[in-house]
């Protein structure tokens, strides 16, 4: 159905495709497998007319196209779900799944009825409960990217591209879109599938394509192939295990949060958290689970002092109370938070790669009041080697890196701070399965230097794999606490299920 002939593309100081050639057949869901910076995305806009300059040549239905713009590209039936949502926030549902091919009438007058019509029937189809004429801004970041899948359902589309389509979505958002997958593959749609959940891939690919350094190096049918040979495929060799013997930490207890409370807006008729109560040692890794809603994050922003209206309780930083009213003064007390959305709240995506990492500490790189960029640049440097970052140099814009590699700019910027204490608020999300373990490793190195760690993940085996010491959030609650020899999946998962349905 579609083909790519050699493709190449280039990005300043990087070749990020080179004759890349594939053959994506109808009737098929084929996933794309690489690690971070591979050049997946890439290859996807091409075929999606976003770039629109490439070398080879790309053949739909035996035919040569070229497209100048996403819009042609839509038009001979390629749709495509971006990884990054692409939504226009202060616009309604509606008017984002017609942007740009808006509905007419006769006398070329918008013709809003059908529009909304039109998106009722999608968002009924994707189960998404809520109206047409919501505004993108009012939706949880989950309900977006089913928004966006919508976007590319609309039309009737031949080759639906989907890059990675589940990242912040839950398990059952999941389920649907799977279903919609499988009818699509039977109605004869070719579909490309990309994704770092391996598990997913297993449930929905029939083929595999594998993606190294911007060559195809490998491709087949899913049958018989399992989580380890698909990860040595993408990686080139296999990874260790991670080697967690012989933890070590203080008795020194770094962090106490005693009867933390926030309150909500909506009347005090329930608390987001309430009276959440725990400490953390010297060189500890916590882990904090929880389903979506839990609090998890709510709590990680309270102690940041995101928000000190609400908030009550009390704080201890080695044994001493701090009133933290503001992100600064949790910085200032040797607190940071690596965030949830790395794009929206972790980095200047438009800026590089050196003032991204000395952007929480411009204290360090001061010379008599003013800057110095010698300074930014080599403690640039320091992070980049120590955290193995991949770029061209210190002064690349994060917006061109990896997901992997952006990450660990965010990881950077925050260690920068000389922190006490560092959460990490779902580490390894759109992460690939090295750059996880490279993670996983880096956390286990930070904490033998003393640091106190709190990691919190919706990924069991992500909390499993690196915490010391568990503990289970439901409701806004602790509701239970595993040392790491305790804990296993049956015994989160049921201490993290809420009460109340
Ligand atoms: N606009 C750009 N300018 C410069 N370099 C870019 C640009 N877009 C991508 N790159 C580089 O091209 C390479 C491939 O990136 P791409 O986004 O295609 O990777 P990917 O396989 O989709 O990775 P991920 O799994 O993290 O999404 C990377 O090295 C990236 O840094
Ligand atoms: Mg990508």
Same mark, same amino acid.
């Given at each position: 159905m579609l083909v790519a002939e050699k493709i190449g593309k280039r990005f300043a100081g990087v070749v990020a495709l080179n004759e890349v050639s594939m053959e994506l057949p109808p009737a098929k869901v084929t996933a794309i497998i690489g690690e971070n910076g591979a050049g997946k995305s890439t290859l996807m806009k091409i075929l999606s007319g976003v770039y629109p300059e490439y070398e080879g040549r790309i053949l739909l239905d035996g035919k040569e196209v070229r497209f100048s713009n996403p819009k042609e590209a839509q038009e001979k039936g390629i749709a495509i779900i971006h990884q990054e949502l692409n939504l226009i926030p202060d616009l309604s549902i509606t008017e984002n799944i017609f942007l740009g091919r808006e509905i007419t009438?006769?006398?070329?007058?918008?013709?809003?009825?059908?529009?909304?019509?039109?998106?009722?029937?999608?968002?009924?189809r994707l189960k998404l409960e809520v109206s047409p004429d919501t505004l993108i801004r009012d939706l949880k970041v989950g309900q977006q990217q089913v928004v966006e899948i919508a976007k590319a359902l609309l039309t009737d589309?031949?080759?639906?591209?989907?890059?990675?389509?589940?990242?912040?979505?839950?398990?059952?958002?999941?389920?649907?879109?799977?279903?919609?997958?499988?009818?699509?593959?039977?109605d004869g749609k070719t579909i490309v599938y990309i994704s770092h959940k391996l598990d997913e891939l297993f449930r929905i690919a029939d083929r595999y394509v594998v993606l190294r350094d911007g060559q195809v190096t490998e491709s087949g049918s899913m049958e018989g192939v399992n989580h380890d040979a698909i990860i040595k495929k993408m990686v080139g060799r296999e990874i260790k295990a991670l080697d967690?013997?012989?933890?070590?930490?203080?008795?020194?207890?770094?962090?106490?949060?005693?009867?933390?409370?926030?309150?909500?807006?909506?009347?005090?008729?329930?608390?987001?958290?309430?009276?959440?109560?725990?400490s953390l040692r010297q060189g500890e890794i916590l882990g904090i689970? +929880?389903?979506?809603?839990?609090?998890?994050?709510?709590?990680?922003?309270?102690?940041? +002092?995101?928000?000190?209206?609400?908030?009550?309780?009390?704080?201890?930083?080695? +044994?001493e109370v701090v009133k933290l009213r503001s992100p600064q003064e949790a910085i200032k007390s040797g607190i940071v938070l690596v965030p949830e959305d790395r794009k929206k709240d972790g980095l200047v995506l438009g800026l590089d790669v050196k003032t991204n990492i000395s952007l929480s500490t411009i204290r360090r790189i001061l010379q008599s009041g003013f800057l110095n960029r010698n300074r930014e640049t080599k403690l640039a440097e320091e992070y980049t080697q120590s955290l193995r970052i991949k770029t061209p140099?210190?002064?690349?814009?994060?917006?061109?890196?990896?997901? +992997?590699?952006?990450q660990k700019v965010v990881l950077a910027r925050c260690l920068a701070t000389n922190p006490k204490v560092l959460m990490l608020d779902e580490p390894t999300r759109g992460i690939d399965a090295n750059a996880k373990n490279e993670i996983y490793k880096l956390i286990l190195e930070l904490s033998q230097s003393g640091l106190g760690i709190i990691v919190v993940s919706s990924e069991l085996p992500e909390i499993l794999a690196v915490s010391d010491r568990i503990l289970v959030m439901s409701e806004g609650k602790i509701t239970a606490e595993f040392s790491a020899e305790e804990a296993n999946e049956d015994n989160i998962l049921k201490a993290a299920i809420p009460k109340t349905i």
């Open positions: 009438n006769g006398w070329d007058m918008l013709d809003k009825k059908s529009m909304r019509q039109k998106t009722q029937e999608l968002l009924n589309s031949q080759v639906i591209i989907m890059d990675e389509p589940t990242s912040a979505i839950s398990d059952h958002e999941v389920e649907v879109l799977f279903s919609i997958i499988e009818n699509l593959r039977n967690r013997e012989q933890r070590k930490f203080g008795e020194r207890e770094i962090l106490q949060v005693q009867n933390l409370c926030l309150e909500l807006n909506n009347g005090g008729r329930q608390k987001a958290l309430d009276k959440v109560s725990f689970f +929880g389903l979506m809603g839990a609090g998890r994050t709510e709590l990680l922003e309270c102690i940041l +002092g995101i928000h000190p209206a609400g908030c009550s309780g009390n704080i201890l930083v080695n +044994g140099s210190p002064n690349q814009q994060v917006k061109n890196l990896s997901g +992997g590699n952006q």
